[in-house]
């Protein structure tokens, strides 16, 4: 582990003035030894959020409701084409349904196993760039032990995180995954859990940071606490001193193109999926979340305005039982909400400091009984006269039980109202769209 270890004094004297210079951005990161290889990641990963960033965040907003509009029309066209089959054969099976533009691109295919990269072109929103292991070998994680964090054993889910190379990483079967510490994934990683039930919980978190082109997809993410922190490797070429970790379920820390799909989370310490520190180009989608207070937060300061990079899909998520607030809870950034079902809180829903810009798009709000909770949104930090001009726009969306979306926008909202906007899927379509939101049981050969 020499190669490691701080040793000569020139390392120490570059180690503090890394250190002081980078005080004020490094202060949250839990890098307890913010070395020159942190620095360089830090760097990298703030020019590929510059370069991931889209200019007219708009016209995403508009291609992601187009995508919707399209997959249930052919859903519509299938269901049809499917009665006049039934009419004929008997025995047809009952039909996948996949009404949402994300699934259909392959989860109504008997071929998914065998073909399990072509989710890579799949993602739709902020992260629909996102490819994951494409074009790496596929690596199957045999072990669920998480014994050495420092030398992961091969065939371990760690060991296949820290590679390199892009990885396509899957499961030889169901398995409980205990982290030990939290889990430092690297770029170019697809972590897939479809064909088996892969439950990372009772241990610390799965942690993105300063990465990009990072997908997980369909496991479950429950119980998960704040690591003692220590000596972790984060990739085959460097190991470090980490603080405690957050106890986030999957915390995307100043990384870009990130995929979250078809996940199960719930009851962790800090948030279920929190994105924060610059992280943008992010898409949650599918997902099923419950039994927890601070669900997302996207962005952690009020004082780093350099998060005004973010930007974040959150689509065809079931926020349900359980769920207290954030959902999310944002700041700066660019954030779509769209098409998600939200049946449970008890707080509010969405929230917000900082100026974010949030487009909530074909929802459904299902207010809870409490009289004093039935605002959907949460304008936090300052005055009224001020977040009055805060862009948070609410179309085709379905509130329900007494919802109230509190829209503002003022003069920032005419920008909006000028353009050619898609108009969403409406909310009411959102029991169809989220009906098998959560981490799925597929098995090979048939549809999931
Ligand atoms: C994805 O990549 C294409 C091609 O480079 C680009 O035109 C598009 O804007 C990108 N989409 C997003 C959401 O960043
Ligand atoms: C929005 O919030 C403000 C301040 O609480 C309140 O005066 C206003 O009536 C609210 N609007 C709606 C539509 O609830």
Redesign the pocket.
């Known amino acids: 582990m020499e190669g490691f270890q701080w040793s000569r004094p020139v390392s120490l004297v570059l180690y503090a003035v890394f250190f002081l210079l980078s005080w004020a951005a490094v202060s949250e990161t839990n890098i307890a030894e913010y070395d020159e290889h942190w620095e360089q990641r830090r760097l990298q990963a703030r020019a590929l959020a510059e370069a991931t960033y889209h200019p007219d965040p708009i016209a995403v907003t508009n291609s992601f409701n187009h995508a919707v509009h399209r997959a249930m029309k052919e859903e519509e066209e299938d269901t049809s084409t499917r009665r006049q089959m039934l009419g004929k054969h008997k025995k047809f099976a009952g039909p996948c349904l996949a009404t949402n533009p994300i699934d259909r691109c392959w989860r109504c295919r008997n071929d998914w196993a065998t073909d399990r990269m072509r989710m890579a072109q799949c993602a739709q929103g902020f992260g629909r760039n996102t490819t994951g292991g494409l074009g790496g070998k596929i690596y199957i994680v045999t072990d669920g032990s998480d014994d050495d964090v420092l030398e992961p054993k091969p065939g371990t889910l760690r060991w296949g995180v820290i590679q390199k190379e892009p990885l396509w990483i899957i499961f030889a079967r169901s398995m409980l995954i205990k982290l030990k510490e939290e889990l430092m994934v690297q770029s170019d990683k697809t972590i897939d859990g479809r064909g088996a039930q892969v439950r990372v919980a009772d241990g610390c978190q799965i942690t993105v940071q300063y990465v990009h082109n990072v997908i997980i997809a369909n496991i479950h993410v429950n119980d998960l606490m704040v690591g003692k922190g220590g000596r972790i490797r984060d990739s085959t070429e460097h190991a470090g001193f980490r603080t405690q970790s957050d106890g986030d379920g999957v915390s995307i820390f100043g990384a870009t193109k990130v995929w979250v799909d078809h996940l199960s989370l719930a009851n962790c310490q800090d948030g279920l999926v929190d994105v924060i520190a610059e992280a943008t180009g992010v898409t949650i989608s599918n997902c099923h979340l419950t039994n927890h207070n601070d669900v997302m937060l996207f962005g952690s300061s009020d004082s780093n305005q350099k998060d005004e990079i973010m930007q974040v899909t959150v689509a065809f998520n079931h926020f349900g039982r359980g769920l207290v607030q954030r959902m999310p809870r944002c700041r700066w950034g660019f954030f779509h909400v769209v098409n998600n079902d939200y049946t449970h809180w008890l707080m509010y829903a969405i929230g917000g400091s900082k100026n974010p810009t949030i487009i909530s798009h074909g929802n459904r709000y299902i207010a809870p009984p409490n009289m004093a909770a039935k605002?959907v949104t949460k304008?936090l930090g300052t005055e009224?006269s001020e977040w009055n001009n805060w862009v948070w726009h609410s179309q085709e969306d379905l509130l329900m039980n007494g919802a109230?979306?509190?829209?503002?926008g003022g003069e920032n909202q005419k920008k909006l109202d000028s353009r050619d906007l898609v108009k969403p899927k409406a909310g009411s379509y959102v029991t169809r769209l989220t009906r098998y939101a959560g981490s799925m049981p597929c098995r090979a050969g048939k549809p999931c």
């Open positions: 605002q304008h009224e109230v979306f509190n829209q503002t």
